[in-house]
């Protein structure tokens, strides 16, 4: 009786064990499974970070500045900025990506534009909400340039100014930026050079609106990234064009007044 006791023990006991056996050989599967579809996702979310050129810089108050080879409706971001000449009566030139952004948003810029209720005037604005499933951009704003033959780098000046301040008012904390000016074929000023005339102004009126708010006269806010988008050819003198920037306004601000703004209070 023992012996048979101990016999059926022995097999019950070789069952447990091929069982457990299993088991974990399903685990091991189940977990190398895991394994190999989370390193593939790692493996494609690298690739798709690498296949986009950009680089970061660092302005004062620690605005980081990226210039990125990327089409403004491709980009995610909370506000997307571009810049439009003043419309004409015969019809607008747009190509290339200002053509594409404008067909995603289903002809929108174009629409509103031979209304006549987007002019385009020099520092003239006007938000959008995309429609849904059309660009990335959570908001867009267009910013007028006016007569395009008086386009000068004071004027790319003047609309870096705009767009801090609209970015600050709409609490957008991820700006993209635009120009396009090419795409509206116009190739009066060198890109990178309006890239240093809008980073220079950005920062300097960044600068400003970090002033007030030390001195209780703004609502804290932080703009955590001011991003250049760029094509390919026009992506590696942007860069240069921003450190530039930097490198200017950094002695701008330096010899800023610190008295407070609000005296004999």
Do not use: C
């Not at 069952?15 to 579809?37: D, F, M, R, Y």
């Not at 690298?46 to 605005?63: D, E, R």
């Not at 992506?235 to 530039?244: D, L, M, N, T």
């Amino acid at each position: 009786m023992n012996r048979l006791i101990r016999s059926f023990s022995f097999i019950f006991l070789l069952l447990l064990t091929a069982g457990s056996v299993k088991a974990l050989g399903v685990n091991l599967i189940a977990n190398q499974q895991q394994v190999e579809q989370t390193g593939l996702k790692n493996a494609s979310n690298l690739i798709a970070q690498k296949a986009i050129p950009q680089q970061s810089l660092y302005a004062a108050n620690q605005l980081k500045i990226t210039v990125k080879e990327i089409a403004p409706y491709s980009q995610e971001t909370e506000l997307q900025i571009i810049t439009v000449f003043k419309h004409k009566p015969g019809g607008d030139t747009l190509i290339s990506a200002a053509a594409d952004l404008d067909k995603d948003l289903g002809g929108l810029i174009t629409s509103i534009r031979d209304r006549g209720e987007f002019v385009g005037n020099e520092l003239e604005t006007f938000l959008i909400v995309p429609p849904q499933n059309s660009i990335k951009p959570k908001l867009l704003l267009l910013i007028g340039l006016g007569d395009e033959q008086n386009l000068s780098l004071d004027t790319m000046q003047r609309v870096g100014t705009v767009a801090l301040r609209e970015s600050v008012r709409l609490k957008a904390t991820h700006v993209s930026f635009a120009p396009i000016l090419r795409d509206q074929n116009n190739a009066t000023l060198d890109t990178g050079d309006v890239v240093k005339a809008v980073a220079q102004n950005v920062i300097l009126a960044y600068d400003t609106e970090k002033r007030l708010q030390k001195q209780g006269l703004a609502q804290s806010f932080i703009v955590r990234e001011w991003v250049f988008e760029a094509g390919s050819a026009f992506y590696s003198g942007a860069i240069s064009k921003v450190r530039q920037a930097i490198k200017l306004t950094n002695t701008q601000i330096a010899t800023r007044s610190a008295t407070p703004y609000v005296s004999g209070r």
